[in-house]
């Protein structure tokens, strides 16, 4: 006989008992590259986002309640002398920004940085919810040598 032919009759003739592997060995490794691309997406989005998904909706929702505030500080004269003109904030300067809900989500601070013309600095915008809309509890616009009031309790009616 042909060895070729005695091979394949001794595999076919043999009575071994072939026993598979579990599921989770067998795909180990697929298993394991799966979770941990689950754990990068998860931690890269959330690092992305700073936790202020709610902030970024609603600053693109409705950006007059960050835009009110500017031009309130570029029609403050203080503002102008210290800082220069504010410039329109920008969708990076929103994502530099932080939102800071109460836990009801009645109440908002946000923290924008602010570009003028002189110099640099923060935004700081505090607001309540009411029924009929946001009202400013105040706006500040600060740098390190600086801190100016703009706004106390104006509302936003929207």
Do not use: C
């Not at 986002?49 to 029609?75: H, T």
């Not at 220069?84 to 908002?108: M, R």
């Not at 013309?117 to 009411?130: A, D, F, P, S, V």
């Amino acid at each position: 006989m042909n060895s070729k032919k005695q091979n394949v009759f001794k595999i076919i003739m043999s009575n071994e008992l072939l026993i598979e592997k579990p599921w989770w060995k067998r795909n180990l490794l697929w298993l394991v590259a799966s979770i941990i691309i689950i754990v990068i997406v998860t931690t890269s989005s959330s690092l992305f986002f700073n936790g202020n998904l709610d902030f970024y909706a609603l600053a693109n929702a409705d950006p007059s309640i960050y835009e009110v505030a500017l031009d309130s500080a570029n029609k403050n004269k203080t503002v102008v002398e210290k800082f220069g003109h504010l410039n329109p904030i920008s969708n990076q300067e929103i994502y530099d920004g932080k939102a800071f809900y109460s836990k009801n989500k009645n109440s908002l601070n946000i923290v924008l940085p602010v570009t003028g013309i002189k110099k640099n600095g923060i935004m700081n915008i505090w607001l309540e919810r009411h029924s009929e809309g946001w009202k400013y509890v105040s706006v500040v616009i600060k740098n390190r040598a600086t801190e100016i009031v703009i706004i106390k309790n104006k509302s936003t009616n929207h």
